[in-house]
T-cell receptor
Framework: SQQGEEDPQALSIQEGENATMNCSYK?????LQWYRQNSGRGLVHLIL?????REKHSGRLRVTLDTSKKSSSLLITASRAADTASYFCATDNGDYGQNFVFGPGTRLSVLP | SQTIHQWPATLVQPVGSPLSLECTVEGTSNPNLYWYRQAAGRGLQLLFYSVGIGQISSEVPQNLSASRPQDRQFILSSKKLLLSDSGFYLC???????????FGAGTRLSVL
């Protein structure tokens, strides 16, 4: 099964509102990352949070990590139409390996 | 700066025909290289990864193969395409220990 599972699968909000997406995983990790994908394009790395960190900020993005619950959340504040995309969490396999497991993603639609 | 090139952007192939997708990276040496497949509206499935020339690891049994003839070149191939090979193929590179992956723009393959 997927290591990372995003929730919700789809989210539709109005411009200016905040968007929150969640990710749950099953096994121990070293870090968790969030990526963004515009329709039909490659993924772009947004932010990485290490297992010993609880919260991280980057511009309008805020990521939290709760290793006891094996979950993470991505908050986008003051959303813009340009934030419309799919958002994926990715987890490593806990042994500093080379590979990640990506969840199925959350499709965010920000309506003007 | 580093860049990753992936081509072609779109490909339509008949069942039973061969496949060759190419990915090259510029501006870095000895990168880890990855091939992913993404079904419509879904997450990414890791197909192959490579930590060096001639070193290929396969994550899932399939009709595809990969090769790394040069340090910054990664090729995805098939001798005979199946309908189920249709999808969006993404190449990515990363550095061991850095744990961030950088993606190409993707190739949309339709097998008819």
């Amino acid at each position: 099964s997927q290591q990372g599972e995003e929730d919700p699968q789809a989210l539709s909000i109005q411009e200016g509102e905040n968007a929150t997406m969640n990710c749950s995983y099953k096994t121990s990790i070293n870090n968790l990352q969030w990526y963004r994908q515009n329709s039909g394009r490659g993924l772009v790395h947004l932010i990485l949070i290490r297992s010993n960190e609880r919260e991280k900020h980057s511009g309008r993005l805020r990521v939290t990590l709760d290793t006891s619950k094996k979950s993470s959340s991505l908050l986008i504040t003051a959303s813009r139409a340009a934030d419309t995309a799919s958002y994926f969490c990715a987890t490593d396999n806990g042994d500093y390996g080379q590979n990640f497991v990506f969840g199925p993603g959350t499709r965010l639609s920000v309506l003007p | 700066s580093q860049t990753i090139h992936q081509w072609p952007a779109t490909l339509v192939q008949p069942v039973g025909s061969p496949l060759s997708l190419e990915c090259t990276v510029e501006g870095t040496s000895n990168p880890n290289l990855y091939w992913y497949r993404q079904a419509a509206g879904r997450g990414l499935q890791l197909l192959f990864y490579s930590v060096g020339i001639g070193q290929i690891s396969s994550e899932v049994p399939q009709n595809l193969s990969a090769s790394r003839p040069q340090d910054r070149q990664f090729i995805l191939s098939s001798k005979k395409l199946l309908l189920s090979d249709s999808g969006f193929y993404l190449c990515a590179w990363g550095r061991g220990g850095k744990n961030i992956q950088y993606f190409g723009a993707g190739t949309r393959l339709s097998v008819l």
